[in-house]
């Protein structure tokens, strides 16, 4: 059993353990003893949080509308640039505030940081918001 040392996604904490893996998939986690955050506790989702990661529902590629109203699988690089295509053409129609982000509280502090880049420094905007606060 392989043993990936990882950061918790589930709040702010930054909690480390690691996550168990057998046959590329998670089937447990151990925290991480000497951690400065968790002390080598966790709570609850931090302990039973992963199983979403292997959920046959969950998307593994990127999916766009196409012309029928159905979703295609498309690759990363179709995908990001359909994203900035778009954003780019909002912008132009509407300006910059016609945009808005809406972050996760399953990303960690430094993502969030990284969100709240991107929306003012690349897209010009300071609609952004925390899934946290629904």
């Not at 392989?2 to 918790?8: D, G, R, S």
Request: glycine share 8%; proline share 1%.
């Amino acid at each position: 059993m392989n043993k990936v040392l990882t950061t918790c996604g589930y709040c702010g904490c930054g909690c480390n353990y690691y996550l168990n893996v057998e046959n590329n998939e998670i089937v447990g986690v151990t925290p991480k003893n000497n951690d400065i955050v968790s002390k080598g506790k966790l709570c609850v989702k931090g302990w039973q949080g992963y199983s979403f990661v292997n959920h046959n529902d969950r998307l593994k590629q990127p999916l766009i509308r196409n012309k029928d109203g159905d979703f295609e699988e498309v690759s990363w690089e179709v995908a990001f640039k359909f994203i900035s295509e778009s954003f780019k053409s909002i912008i132009k129609k509407n300006g910059a505030q016609a945009i808005g982000i809406l972050s996760s509280a399953r990303c960690t502090n430094e993502e969030n940081y990284l969100m709240v880049k991107l929306a003012r420094a690349v897209l010009h905007t300071n609609n952004i918001d925390h899934c946290a606060r629904l």
